[in-house]
């Protein structure tokens, strides 16, 4: 069937009505709802962009794009201000701080929420939790002095850093999103008991993956480093970890006394560790406190985890086995990308800003 498309006419509520029922009801595009109705397909396309910016106005008499809406510059500020202070605030929350602070505004949650996405530059996204402490003041100077004490020696987080360090993986691991059919919850389902932890270890420099290794319980039994390691310490797995590590590094001659970077976790800053690492030959850092970016092997955790999220576990699979097929699947090429966003936020301390 054609349709006759109007064009240099004034069109009615109830062809905007029309048109927004074909569109939003049946899914209909634009294009598709106005050529059904005879609605010139430019004017659906405007009427479309108008609803987006200020849906309040939609049926305004007045000419579309001369309107203002509803939200200012002023409004705008207020907004990115109550965000700043109150960054998880609901849709909800931002209206009603918005009619709080102007008595004589009206305006509808969907009008506050296409004004933050297009006037105020704001997303909705997974957000990253940091602690109250991560940029303390204390903290932020500490990072600075940290950095102004290693740029001045011959440390290089590019050409001869090694980053240690742990973290957790469980079988129960499962993406953050997930797919559903439209309108329906994205449900998946997960076991009821709670996933034995597994600690992984690695080292890692920005040529690539130097070693990895599963923490599993083992019989108490004293072990010594080459003899050299006390009795009596906690961190047997740890110092284990490194010793492995350490003999990777004795293979490539190039690597001698390249520095080995680790955070300030305790079971990193017992005596016996540094005092290991320069016996072989090799240098000790500790990272400031609370400060993950500076640790390129944060990255690398975070990539591996994702590996081991995308893909069911079969019945053969171990964790142990999906952790190393992960670790080792990473492409060289991104381990020197870790270490240069880590390396860049070094900028960041010398200017004493938050992270």
Same mark, same amino acid.
């Not at 029309?18 to 396309?45: N, P, V």
């Not at 997930?178 to 690695?202: F, Y």
């Given at each position: *069937?054609?349709? $006759?498309?109007k064009?240099?006419?004034? %069109?009615?509520?109830?062809?905007?009505?029309? +048109?927004?029922?074909? @569109?939003?009801?049946?899914?209909?595009?634009?294009?598709?709802?106005?050529?059904?109705l005879?609605?010139?397909?430019?004017?659906?396309?405007?009427?479309?962009?108008? /609803?987006?910016?200020c849906?309040?106005?939609?049926?305004?008499?007045?000419?579309?794009?001369?309107? @203002?809406?509803?939200?200012?510059k002023?409004?705008?500020?207020?907004?990115?201000?109550?965000?700043?202070?109150?960054?998880?605030?609901?849709?909800?929350?931002?209206?009603?701080?918005? =009619?709080?602070?102007?008595?004589?505004?009206?305006?509808?949650?969907?009008?506050?929420?296409?004004?933050?996405?297009?006037?105020?530059?704001?997303? !909705?996204?997974?957000?990253?939790?940091?602690?109250? #402490?991560?940029?303390?003041?204390?903290?932020?100077?500490?990072?600075?002095?940290?950095?102004?004490?290693?740029?001045?020696?011959?440390?290089?987080?590019?050409?001869?850093?090694?980053? !240690?360090?742990?973290?957790?993986?469980d079988?129960?691991?499962?993406?953050?999103?997930?797919?559903?059919?439209?309108? $329906?919850?994205?449900?998946?389902?997960?076991? $009821?008991?709670?996933?034995?932890? $597994?600690?992984?270890?690695?080292?890692?420099?920005?040529?690539?993956?130097?070693?990895?290794?599963?923490?599993?319980?083992?019989?108490?039994?004293?072990?010594?480093?080459?003899?050299?390691?006390?009795?009596?310490?906690?961190?047997?797995?740890?110092?284990?970890? !490194?010793?492995?590590?350490?003999?990777?590094?004795? @293979?490539?001659?190039?690597?001698?006394?390249? %520095?080995?970077? *680790?955070?300030?976790?305790?079971?990193?800053?017992?005596?016996?560790?540094?005092?290991?690492?320069? %016996?072989?030959? /090799?240098?000790?850092?500790?990272?400031?406190?609370?400060?993950? #970016?500076?640790?390129p092997?944060?990255?690398?955790?975070?990539?591996?985890?994702?590996?081991?999220?995308?893909?069911?576990? =079969?019945?053969?699979?171990?964790?142990?086995?999906r952790?190393? #097929?992960?670790?080792?699947?990473?492409?060289?090429?991104? +381990?020197?990308?870790?270490?240069?966003?880590?390396?860049?936020?070094?900028?960041?301390?010398?200017?004493?800003?938050? *992270?």
């Amino acid at each position: *069937m054609s349709h $006759t498309v109007k064009n240099d006419v004034r %069109y009615t509520v109830q062809d905007k009505v029309r +048109f927004f029922d074909l @569109k939003i009801e049946k899914c209909m595009s634009a294009s598709a709802a106005a050529k059904q109705l005879g609605i010139h397909i430019r004017t659906a396309q405007r009427w479309v962009r108008q /609803y987006s910016l200020c849906p309040d106005g939609i049926f305004d008499n007045c000419k579309q794009v001369s309107r @203002k809406c509803i939200l200012s510059k002023e409004h705008k500020s207020v907004i990115i201000n109550f965000i700043d202070a109150n960054p998880s605030a609901s849709i909800v929350e931002v209206t009603e701080h918005l =009619l709080n602070q102007f008595d004589d505004l009206k305006v509808s949650r969907s009008t506050v929420y296409n004004f933050m996405k297009s006037e105020c530059n704001l997303s !909705l996204k997974k957000a990253d939790f940091h602690s109250v #402490e991560r940029n303390s003041p204390a903290k932020i100077e500490e990072r600075h002095n940290w950095v102004c004490k290693w740029e001045n020696t011959d440390m290089n987080f590019l050409t001869n850093c090694v980053f !240690l360090d742990e973290s957790a993986f469980d079988i129960n691991m499962k993406r953050s999103r997930a797919w559903s059919r439209k309108g $329906t919850r994205a449900i998946v389902t997960r076991p $009821t008991t709670r996933a034995n932890t $597994t600690s992984i270890l690695g080292a890692i420099s920005a040529a690539g993956l130097i070693a990895v290794g599963v923490k599993k319980p083992r019989p108490a039994k004293k072990r010594k480093a080459e003899g050299y390691i006390s009795s009596g310490t906690v961190t047997g797995h740890y110092i284990s970890f !490194l010793k492995t590590t350490l003999d990777e590094m004795d @293979k490539h001659p190039h690597m001698k006394g390249h %520095y080995i970077v *680790m955070d300030n976790a305790p079971i990193h800053t017992h005596e016996n560790i540094k005092k290991y690492i320069e %016996y072989r030959g /090799y240098k000790c850092v500790y990272l400031p406190t609370y400060s993950p #970016e500076l640790n390129p092997i944060e990255q690398f955790w975070a990539v591996a985890k994702s590996k081991v999220k995308r893909h069911r576990f =079969l019945q053969e699979d171990t964790l142990s086995k999906r952790i190393t #097929e992960a670790c080792n699947s990473v492409k060289q090429s991104h +381990f020197k990308g870790f270490v240069s966003h880590s390396y860049q936020c070094w900028d960041k301390c010398r200017n004493r800003q938050s *992270m």
